[in-house]
């Protein structure tokens, strides 16, 4: 087996060995990438269901990309429009797409832990592409690519991950891959919006000061405010945040180091990026995107035969 | 690739004979490198590309060869991995190797080198890859020891270093200086 694991759940599963595993053979597709022809046919007798039951664009043209370059035959769900608007459960659903043989699940879902649950239920290998507020492990496999790619290693790169740490999963996905692959990481926003023993959990420091963090780190990985998962008011308006953690050029152009700026997308402008930042040559932020498609690609062919169906 | 299974290692192994030794391969080289001259000379038209990740090591002497003899430096030399093409997923999913092919194959004589031909899955992947990177005029095969009689595709090479008959539980391993310490072709049985 190439990897240690049947299914992607979560970075929190993966050894060291899996991460550069699925690292390097992303480097080869990314080669495959600019070819004449960028396809290749490995899984071409493989079928991939992309189930996402919660919104999302790139994460979902990368997936459907990735499984396009790799010729896989791949089906597309999304739960508006479909039966579970008629009460059909998770498990139902699925069921009855595997009865139609199908090898692989690429599933994003607003409940934490859902992939983990399917897992344990069907014999289709699993990828999580998002789970609540709990994991997005190809985001942070790709952002590990592009830090790489970027600086050369990631053993001792001082990585800031900065603002909505709480309800994050592109956060705890980063916290578990920069930790295990030697990476200094410190976590830095308003306290309302940092668990309050995550410094421990993960063995980081916490910085609650922008300009700070920001003198500290090689990278500073800029997360979004999501605003469709606080149901309280944890900062008092977007403006009171965009002066106290929007980075702008002008606070990049004032600090004494080079600080490479990536942001998962979709970016809040003028909340925590300025446009001036985001669109800047300090910004990896579409580098990150095409790492992605190479990312997920090396995903699917190395579980591709993993299903036990 | 030289072989199936890479875990006849494990096994008790048997030497039978040397099939090549060094001095041998250096002088076999020396005669494929002239018969790539013979035929391709002036080389505009000609790229070489070698078939990870064995074949890499034989494609490296023979370009070197060939930049020794002619003098030509500019010589169209990339490596290709196969493990994309492959046809046998299903069974075992294989790490990839680098592909460095950083000119246009399209109308060029394309040559490609591997260490064994045995049963010819890995040059039928290496074609099928080929053919993503352009379209060539022409592509030839050479090898430095051409497995007889083991073939499970109509496919043979227009260069060889050595033939040799053998059965399906042998094996042939291909040893290089860079790699393994010294330069050998060994006859190997479980």
Redesign the interface.
């Known amino acids: 087996m190439?990897l240690s694991t049947r299914h992607l759940l979560g970075i929190k599963d993966l050894t060291p060995q899996d991460i550069t595993?699925i690292l390097?053979?992303a480097?080869?597709?990314k080669?495959?990438l600019q070819?004449?022809?960028k396809?290749?046919?490995?899984?071409r007798?493989i079928t991939i269901v992309n189930l996402f039951y919660e919104n999302s664009t790139r994460t979902r043209i990368s997936f459907e990309l990735a499984e396009k370059r790799l010729s896989a035959d791949t089906v597309n769900f999304s739960a508006s429009g479909s039966s579970v608007s008629k009460g059909e459960t998770l498990l139902d659903t699925v069921n009855n797409i595997l009865s139609m043989k199908v090898d692989m699940v690429v599933m994003r879902h607003s409940a934490s832990g859902a992939p983990h649950f399917l897992a344990r239920h069907i014999p289709a290998a699993i990828i999580n592409a998002g789970d609540g507020v709990n994991e997005h492990p190809t985001q942070a496999l790709l952002d590990a690519y592009s830090i790489q790619e970027h600086k050369g290693t990631l053993e001792g790169v001082k990585v800031a991950l900065i603002g909505d740490i709480m309800h994050s999963r592109v956060a705890q996905s980063n916290l578990y891959l920069l930790k295990k692959m030697g990476a200094d990481v410190i976590v830095c926003g308003p306290p309302t919006l940092i668990p309050k023993h995550i410094g421990e959990a993960f063995g980081v420091k916490v910085e609650y000061n922008l300009r700070r963090a920001l003198e500290w780190c090689d990278v500073a990985n800029v997360l979004r405010i999501q605003l469709e998962r606080q149901n309280q008011v944890l900062f008092s308006s977007l403006r009171e945040y965009n002066l106290a953690y929007g980075i702008s050029r002008r606070l990049l152009d004032s600090l004494p180091n080079d600080v490479t700026i990536m942001h998962p997308g979709p970016i809040n402008r003028g909340v925590e990026l300025d446009s001036d930042v985001a669109d800047s040559g300090r910004s990896l932020i579409l580098q990150q995107v095409e790492n992605g498609v190479a990312i997920r690609m090396a995903v699917l062919?190395?579980l591709?035969?993993q299903s036990s169906a | 690739m030289g072989a199936k299974g890479e875990s006849v290692f494990l096994a008790q192994i048997l030497c039978l004979k040397t099939i090549l030794a060094q001095q041998q391969i250096s002088l076999t080289i020396r005669r494929l490198a002239n018969q790539l001259l013979e035929n391709h000379a002036p080389l505009s038209q000609t790229a070489f590309i070698g078939i990870q990740p064995r074949g890499i090591y034989l494609s490296d002497r023979l370009v070197d060869e060939i930049r020794a003899e002619t003098g030509q430096q500019d010589i169209d030399y990339g490596r290709m991995?196969i493990?994309?093409?492959?046809d046998d997923?299903?069974?075992?999913?294989?790490?990839?190797?680098?592909?460095?092919i950083r000119f246009s194959i399209e109308g060029k004589k394309v040559v490609l080198i591997d260490d064994v031909l045995y049963t010819g899955r890995t040059i039928r992947a290496a074609m099928?890859?080929l053919?993503?990177?352009?379209r060539p005029e022409k592509v030839e095969l050479l090898v430095l020891i051409d497995r007889r009689y083991s073939r499970e595709l109509p496919i043979q090479a227009d260069y060889i270093g050595k033939s040799i008959d053998s059965i399906i539980s042998q094996k042939v391993k291909v040893t290089w200086q860079e790699r393994d310490g010294r330069d050998e072709v060994l006859l190997l049985d479980e």
């Open positions: 190439t595993t390097e053979t480097r080869q597709f080669e495959v070819r004449p022809v396809k290749v046919p490995s899984l007798d062919y190395l591709s035969n | 991995d493990t994309f093409y492959r997923i299903r069974k075992e999913v294989h790490l990839p190797n680098k592909t460095d099928d890859a053919m993503d990177f352009g």
